[in-house]
């Protein structure tokens, strides 16, 4: 399934006939990969007794009826006695959601630059001080900002994260379905809330679809925008909503 979808991503600029990647084989094999899987989401249905509706979850997809069910909040203790909220999808979307999410991988990961680190397979957090490190050593860099985007998997406008990924995905089944995840809302102690931005909470495409976001908003803009701005060298290395900017001079900073 890479290849082809590879081949049509790059021959045509767009991700087109996404059926062609949401197969029974696909959803098959994202069940295979959930054998460990046991929270339940608002649906209460398990990995055990959804196996035998692969079938009739394919159908209802090609029939655009299939529709994401809210997002299950839980809490989970930290280290410092506060909780911290988690989201945990239905079942079935759990499956839908690593379909798509591998396609949107496959397809963007020949596209994002060398600079992002996080989430991308081949490239780990060794290498992203093995990054800075060879930056500091053999490069102008005398200057560094340290940045966290706070709250970004909360705070992402749909809007604009459609508006990248149309840039290059022409199947509007395909994107039609990822703004029902991005809408799909959350129960909390039967309360529903909507979710008017954000990736979708505990989502197994939420990843992928932050990448594709910071990879317009931050990384093209930085290499293509503000790094011609700038007289001295700069450059950055980012992971996830981490990032650093390492300048020659201060006040470029």
Not at 174 to 182: A, D, E, S
Not at 216 to 230: A, P
Request: proline content about 3%; some cysteine; overall charge positive.
């Amino acid at each position: 399934m890479g290849d082809t979808l590879i081949v049509v991503a790059t021959s045509t600029n767009y991700l087109a006939n996404w059926v062609w990647g949401i197969n029974y084989e696909t959803l098959a094999a994202e069940h295979r990969r959930q054998v460990n899987v046991k929270a339940v989401g608002v649906d209460k249905v398990t990995r055990a007794e959804y196996g035998e509706n692969l079938n009739d979850l394919l159908r209802r997809m090609k029939r655009f009826s299939y529709r994401p069910q809210l997002v299950r909040r839980a809490y989970i203790p930290k280290a410092n006695g506060e909780k911290r909220p988690l989201g945990i999808p239905s079942y079935e979307d759990k499956l839908v959601q690593g379909g798509m999410a591998r396609i949107l991988n496959e397809v963007y990961e020949p596209r994002f630059i060398d600079c992002s680190y996080g989430f991308r397979s081949n490239k780990s957090a060794h290498d992203v001080i093995k990054q800075v490190d060879n930056l500091i050593m053999f490069k102008k860099v005398n200057y560094i900002l340290d940045c966290d985007i706070k709250g970004f998997f909360d705070t992402v406008e749909h809007k604009w994260l459609m508006k990248f990924l149309e840039h290059d995905i022409a199947d509007k089944i395909f994107l039609r379905y990822i703004v029902r995840f991005l809408k799909a809302g959350v129960m909390e102690s039967n309360h529903y809330e909507n979710t008017r931005v954000g990736t979708p909470q505990g989502g197994i495409i939420s990843p992928v679809l932050a990448k594709v976001h910071l990879h317009y908003v931050l990384d093209l803009w930085f290499e293509k925008c503000r790094k011609r701005q700038l007289k001295g060298e700069s450059y950055l290395v980012r992971y996830a909503d981490d990032f650093i900017i390492m300048t020659e001079y201060k006040n470029e900073a």
